[in-house]
């Protein structure tokens, strides 16, 4: 069994190349079934993620083609819109399959998603959409059929703000017939990355990036190359880094307007920021505020970055309060922190942290991907050596974690265990 070995490190100083953006990528990829033509990727990150998408286009006859960090995708030769429920179900993006092969063949059937347990991630939003453009839904035990003889532009409240049902609707709607308007709609750095790529092949969407989003179907989209957005998650995760123990933290091939919540509070807790058109600097200046955090769906302060957050936070002397209102039963990572010594309560959809008090190091478990990066923060920061297992969980989204920590001095390892060499409480029956 894999797990990664992180030892206390002092100041982290160092320049990190910021990867492509999963959460773009994997809407990219499924977006580009709805070309007519061969679509050329660039900066697809090589994460897990990934890696069950090319099996995807293995079975469904989409031709995919990796060199270096682009994939060349041809899908002139799909011969069929049913995904496997077991891939599906391995990640969360499967959705956008949906949409895309729904709007270029008039039917799919798809597993339902997967990816990281946040207790409740339901997908009415994305069903919703379909159905307004005049598709039939039909839910089964462990898949889903969608079709429609023709889709018909229409207009889409969405109930609640969802990047995933906006690009979604954004996918089904972009071959449909007529006009489709979609409402409420997310205004996240990967809609409008998606929306970019749709119309470089042809497509006709306006207004991406402002909650409304006009969409005027056409026949056809040719092919074309489209270079996918930086990683804004893993950024912020590096920058966050430079306040463990007040260091200096370059990311290199970021944009500074997509984390501008956090930018914000992390100048609020003691930090200093330098942004260039590209890149980041963070300087930590060794002793940290604590602070109030509400996560909100972008402008907001990302769900994704709460995680992390909460393990500099830990570092931050006094009482901080981290409110998450995305995914209010998203604290799996709090009952491993408090392994590692952390005082935080939970209560509702907030999390109590009392920092500026040691950690100790141990063994963390890492439920899903940022709670991974999480725990990896918190073990630069323990006394001692912290061994995190769930890495499965980190591969899906990030690409060369431990290469990319190290580069800023670091001391983090990928290690193998056999079951039995772990203490008791990890070993699983059985073992
Ligand atoms: C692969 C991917 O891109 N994942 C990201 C995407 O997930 P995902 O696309 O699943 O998240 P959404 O943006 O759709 O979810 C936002 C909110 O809308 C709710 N909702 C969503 C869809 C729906 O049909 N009904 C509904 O109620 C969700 O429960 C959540 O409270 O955005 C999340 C919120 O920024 C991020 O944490 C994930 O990293
Ligand atoms: C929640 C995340 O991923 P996914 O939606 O793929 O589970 C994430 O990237 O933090």
Not at 15 to 39: E, F, M, R, Y
Not at 61 to 67: A, Q, Y
Not at 160 to 185: C, K
Not at 269 to 276: L, Q, S, V
């Amino acid at each position: 069994m894999k797990y990664i070995q992180a030892e206390h490190s002092g100041p982290l100083n160092g320049t990190v190349h910021i990867p492509g953006a999963k959460n773009s990528s994997l809407a990219l990829l499924a977006a580009a079934c709805l070309a007519d033509d061969i679509v050329t990727l660039e900066g697809i990150p090589r994460i897990d993620d990934i890696r069950i998408i090319a099996g995807i286009g293995q079975d469904i006859g989409m031709g995919m083609k990796r060199e270096g960090g682009t994939i060349v995708v041809d899908p002139r030769w799909i011969h069929s819109a049913v995904i496997d429920p077991g891939k599906a179900s391995s990640y969360r993006a499967s959705y956008y399959f949906a949409g895309a092969l729904l709007s270029k063949f008039g039917r799919v059937t798809i597993g339902f998603p997967g990816g990281d347990d946040f207790v409740s991630r339901p997908i009415d939003q994305h069903i919703k959409a379909f159905q307004a453009l005049g598709a039939m839904v039909r839910l089964y035990k462990d898949y889903f059929v969608v079709e429609a003889a023709s889709l018909r532009g229409a207009d889409i409240y969405f109930d609640t703000v969802t990047s995933g049902a906006t690009m979604n609707a954004m996918m089904a709607a972009v071959r449909a017939h007529g006009r489709t308007r979609l409402f409420n709609a997310a205004v996240d750095p990967e809609v409008v990355d998606t929306a970019n790529f749709l119309n470089r092949l042809g497509a006709r969407i306006y207004g991406a990036g402002t909650e409304r989003i006009r969409i005027e179907g056409v026949p056809y989209l040719h092919g074309g190359t489209h270079a996918v957005i930086p990683d804004r998650l893993i950024a912020g995760a590096f920058l966050m880094s430079a306040g463990l123990h007040g260091g200096q933290v370059t990311v290199l091939d970021a944009i500074p307007e997509h984390l501008g919540a956090l930018l914000a509070k992390l100048e609020e807790i003691g930090m200093t920021i330098e942004c260039g058109e590209q890149h980041i600097t963070a300087y930590g200046s060794g002793s940290l505020r604590a602070t109030r955090i509400r996560t909100g769906m972008y402008p907001g302060f990302a769900t994704d970055l709460q995680q992390p957050m909460t393990a500099l936070l830990l570092q931050a002397k006094g009482k901080s309060i981290v409110t998450e209102r995305v995914y209010p039963k998203r604290f799996a990572h709090v009952a491993q922190l408090r392994r590692l010594g952390a005082d935080i309560e939970i209560r509702k959809e907030s999390a109590f942290v009392r920092g500026g008090l040691p950690l100790q190091g141990g063994w963390a478990h890492a439920t899903d991907v940022r709670a991974g990066t999480c725990l990896l923060l918190a073990g630069l920061a323990a006394e001692g050596v912290t061994r995190i297992t769930g890495i499965e969980h980190l591969e899906r989204g990030y690409e060369d974690v431990i290469g990319s920590f190290r580069a800023i001095g670091a001391k983090v390892s990928m290690r193998e265990t056999d079951a039995q060499a772990l203490p008791e409480p990890y070993r699983m029956q059985g073992s």
